[in-house]
């Protein structure tokens, strides 16, 4: 193993010089060792925080193009990219519930890696989040804007940012409510889904008969569009997954971050299984997969209009309607939460520090207000700075994954030694499945040097990554954490 992956371990998100804390209990207890930030997040809110946060404007929306270009083997390309998903989720869960922190993933990357690692997983996951508030403010303007012909886009998309900034600054208990309403209308919207379009498999569904394998094997087959298509669906698929981090996140402000882990964590398998895979394999078995509605309104909107649901293309823009303020809101929320745990540790500017009511309000004015600037940018250059904005962005969350792998390879070994008693969640099969994840994040990225769309992103993504690794490195030799 190389020197660089096991230098000294730093404190875990401790606060700014001259902050004070509002709690110390271990690091492994209910709050977490010299936070200032509030733990008003109840385990209810942390459930359908997990439960709902698996279910993205992505899914959604995005999987009409994955379903487009691979045809029924979306289905194997969300398993597949599903598996990988649970790894990952498994190996932040260990880590998290061992070490609950704020900063997630980015905290972790530091102790086991170094300071330029956490800096680098920290702020290119920042950058991410900040770009996708703009993406969902826009897409979420657009439907309105459809609903109320004439009126600005521009107006929407500030009313927007107003309430979700607003309601990041309040309390964390009124961001944890807001999750959970949302969460619970998205889980509500997919079981229905769910529901209606199993009983429109068996044929049981009054008015629909059961279409059998018809558009699973004859549509062109399961394959229609070989390997390649197989290959953007499953890049299509692993955008999809994005976002699920935010769990371990909002865990540090819970009543008890290691039970709210490591139960977020233990239930990934069957969330990814039904909301995802489960979804998919219903949609290409009642639907052809070269359908243009598929793609023109999205694969649920779709099917609703075959199933014969009166309105199903508005009934789905409220849903993703839905799915786009909850992602708005929870991107907020963990970007400022991102940018806190890196100033805390001396890794940003020493301003956004400032914690008043156990709330980091200038860290998320920060973010809603770079989110905000993302939107003028696609409204002045969309073809030019904001199109290299998602070009940037588009292969982060395959880094922030990497990082994950190696963090938990070596802090594994360490807890293993100094702290066994905190390994309450434990990845399967460790070393082995690491280094297959590990391994999987390298294929995916492979696959996207073979797609023109995918390398232009990849080389984005690379340039910011390098740049902040310099960075990172360049403070750390200074001194300067």
Do not use: C
């Given at each position: 193993m190389s020197r660089t992956l096991t230098p000294p371990s730093p404190p875990s998100d401790s606060p700014p010089a001259g902050s004070r804390s509002t709690g110390s209990g271990p690091a492994d207890g209910p709050r977490q060792q010299g936070s200032p930030l509030s733990n008003g997040l109840k385990q209810r809110h942390l459930s359908m925080i997990a439960l709902g946060g698996v279910i993205g404007a992505g899914l959604f929306v995005g999987s009409g193009a994955?379903?487009?270009?691979?045809?029924?083997?979306?289905?194997?390309?969300?398993?597949?990219?599903?598996?990988?998903?649970?790894?990952?989720?498994?190996?932040?869960?260990?880590?998290?519930?061992?070490?609950?922190?704020?900063?997630?993933?980015?905290?972790?990357?530091?102790?086991?890696?170094?300071?330029?690692?956490?800096?680098?997983?920290?702020?290119?996951f920042w950058t991410l989040l900040v770009v996708g508030v703009a993406i969902e403010a826009i897409g979420a303007a657009h439907i309105l804007q459809g609903w109320f012909p004439g009126t600005p886009s521009w107006l929407w998309v500030l009313t927007l940012m107003a309430v979700f900034c607003g309601s990041n600054l309040g309390s964390v208990s009124r961001f944890g409510e807001f999750e959970f309403w949302f969460a619970a209308l998205k889980i509500g919207a997919i079981a229905l889904f769910l529901g209606l379009g199993v009983l429109a498999v068996l044929g049981v569904l009054p008015g629909s008969d059961s279409p059998g394998t018809a558009h699973l094997l004859h549509d062109g087959g399961f394959l229609p569009n070989g390997m390649d298509g197989l290959m953007i669906g499953l890049l299509a698929s692993v955008a999809a997954y994005g976002g699920l981090e935010t769990v371990t996140i909002a865990a540090a402000e819970s009543e008890n971050p290691v039970r709210g882990v490591a139960k977020a964590v233990r239930t990934t398998m069957w969330r990814i299984g039904i909301v995802y895979v489960g979804s998919m394999l219903v949609i290409v078995t009642l639907i052809p997969w070269n359908d243009?509605?598929?793609?023109?309104?999205?694969?649920?909107?779709?099917?609703?209009?075959?199933?014969?649901?009166?309105?199903?293309?508005?009934?789905?823009n409220a849903v993703v309607l839905v799915a786009l303020l909850s992602a708005m809101n929870a991107n907020i929320y963990g970007s400022s939460r991102m940018a806190y745990s890196l100033v805390s540790r001396g890794q940003g500017p020493a301003f956004l520090g400032k914690v008043s009511?156990?709330?980091?309000?200038?860290?998320?004015?920060?973010?809603?207000?770079?989110?905000?600037?993302?939107?003028?940018?696609?409204?002045?250059?969309?073809?030019?700075?904001?199109?290299?904005?998602?070009?940037?962005?588009?292969?982060?969350?395959?880094?922030?994954?990497?990082?994950?792998?190696?963090?938990?390879?070596?802090?594994?070994?360490?807890?293993?030694?100094?702290?066994?008693?905190?390994?309450?969640?434990?990845?399967?099969?460790?070393?082995?499945?690491?280094?297959?994840?590990?391994?999987?994040?390298?294929?995916?990225?492979?696959?996207?040097?073979?797609?023109?769309?995918?390398?232009?992103?990849?080389?984005?993504?690379?340039?910011?990554?390098?740049?902040?690794?310099?960075?990172?490195?360049?403070?750390?030799?200074t001194g300067r954490r």
């Open positions: 994955g379903i487009a270009a691979a045809g029924p083997s979306i289905v194997l390309a969300y398993a597949v990219s599903g598996l990988l998903v649970m790894f990952v989720m498994r190996m932040l869960g260990e880590m998290s519930a061992a070490n609950p922190a704020s900063g997630s993933f980015s905290v972790h990357a530091d102790r086991a890696i170094g300071p330029w690692a956490g800096f680098t997983a920290g702020w290119m243009g509605a598929v793609t023109e309104h999205g694969p649920y909107a779709a099917v609703l209009e075959r199933l014969g649901v009166p309105g199903g293309g508005q009934i789905m009511g156990g709330i980091p309000r200038r860290a998320v004015l920060a973010s809603s207000a770079f989110g905000f600037f993302a939107v003028l940018l696609s409204f002045w250059w969309p073809t030019t700075v904001f199109a290299w904005l998602l070009n940037m962005v588009g292969g982060v969350v395959l880094v922030v994954w990497g990082f994950i792998a190696v963090s938990q390879l070596v802090l594994r070994r360490r807890l293993e030694r100094e702290a066994p008693e905190k390994l309450v969640v434990r990845m399967w099969g460790f070393p082995y499945l690491t280094w297959v994840t590990l391994a999987g994040v390298a294929g995916v990225l492979v696959l996207m040097t073979l797609d023109a769309g995918t390398r232009v992103q990849l080389y984005f993504t690379g340039g910011l990554a390098l740049a902040l690794a310099v960075v990172g490195r360049l403070r750390q030799r």
